[in-house]
């Protein structure tokens, strides 16, 4: 069983719509979790770092982290074309000098 | 201030060949991290280096290597490339440790013929 499942998908929404891109783990040693976002021929830039249970929100982005059940999520409103990329959920123990990443949910936002 | 860079961005090799790619940190950062990326595998985590000494390791057969110099600059080698190393090969610095936010190279995608 890999440490990080992430449906690679690819996910397609019309513009405007609210995204839902989720991740589960498997240790409930991991305390930090991230998204990344990864546009073609680009490396992954980080879009949201959190550490604790509960939803953090920066603009149209919400990470959501339900420890208990050892679920993630990361939700996009008012969908743009220009969010179009490849997702990555990554998460990173306490101790940890390691993160470990979902395989990417690919998704496209249609004008 | 300039991002990571990673060079070369492409590269074509043959069986059997070895390989150097090169990683320069974003000014400052102390700690390089490579990662290789595959559509099956994802990203995997290869090696961290800080202050010149491989403080972790990823589970990947010693053909992969890597060293990072005093300018924290880093290269990774891989000798007798299969084509199973054909990827995208990412580096991410961060200013003390990988606990701390990441920022990736456009990474070098290599081809093994």
């Known amino acids: 069983q890999k440490e990080v499942e992430q449906d690679p998908g690819p996910l397609s929404v019309p513009e405007g719509a609210i995204v839902s891109l989720n991740c589960t783990y498997s240790n409930s040693a991991f305390q930090y979790f991230m998204w990344y976002r990864q546009y073609s021929r680009k490396g992954p830039e980080l879009l949201m770092y959190?550490?604790?249970?509960g939803n953090k929100e920066d603009g149209r982005f919400t990470a959501q982290v339900d420890k208990s059940s050892k679920y993630i999520s990361l939700f996009i409103r008012d969908s743009q074309p220009s969010d179009s990329a490849t997702y990555l959920c990554?998460?990173?123990?306490?101790?940890?000098?390691?993160?470990?990443f979902g395989a990417g949910t690919r998704l496209f936002v249609k004008a | 201030k300039a991002g990571v860079t990673q060079t070369p961005r492409y590269l074509i090799k043959t069986r059997g060949q070895q390989v150097t790619l090169s990683c320069s940190p974003i000014s400052g950062h102390r700690s390089v991290s490579w990662y290789q990326q595959t559509p099956g595998q994802g990203l995997q985590f290869l090696f961290e280096y800080f202050s010149e000494t491989q403080r972790n390791k990823g589970n990947f057969p010693g053909r992969f290597s890597g060293r990072q110099f005093s300018n924290s600059r880093s290269e990774m080698n891989v000798s007798t490339l299969e084509l199973g190393d054909s990827a995208l090969y990412l580096c991410?610095?961060?200013?003390?440790?990988?606990?701390?936010?990441?920022?990736f190279g456009p990474g070098t995608r290599l081809l093994v013929l």
């Open positions: 991410a610095s961060s200013l003390r440790d990988s606990k701390e936010t990441q920022y």
């Open positions: 990554a998460i990173r123990n306490t101790g940890g000098f390691k993160t470990i």
């Open positions: 959190t550490y604790s249970s």
